[in-house]
């Protein structure tokens, strides 16, 4: 079952990827607000995920992962607890491509307000 994300963003390729590939740090997530994390949980369930999560090289992280997680932790940790199997990324080559993933998102997500 694959968590698919609703919008792509031009100019990078969406991949769905295997959640067992994708080093997602946890302790992020733990130190969230309970209620911001379940009313993203509620968000995602009722609309799904907008954009992919932002991912990069798993050699950086030195865990033996394929890919980790630069932006999306709470979504991947949704999607392990819901049996979601894989989950739309992009693989942000460079910090340029990171920032740049991370600006179109934030710019069209506030033009929805």
Not at 36 to 55: R, T
């Amino acid at each position: 079952m694959i968590l698919k994300a609703n919008r792509s963003v031009e100019g990078y390729t969406t991949i769905n990827v295997p959640l067992e590939d994708v080093y997602s740090k946890r302790d992020q997530a733990a130190i969230m607000d309970p209620k911001f994390v379940a009313s993203l949980h509620q968000s995602l369930d009722e609309n799904g995920m907008e954009y992919p999560v932002i991912l990069r090289d798993g050699a950086e992280e030195n865990t033996g992962s394929l890919y980790a997680c630069w932006i999306g932790n709470n979504r991947i940790h949704y999607a392990k607890e819901r049996g979601y199997t894989h989950i739309a990324g992009i693989l942000a080559e460079t910090i340029t491509d990171k920032r740049n993933i991370f600006h179109i998102t934030n710019m069209e997500y506030c033009k929805d307000f």
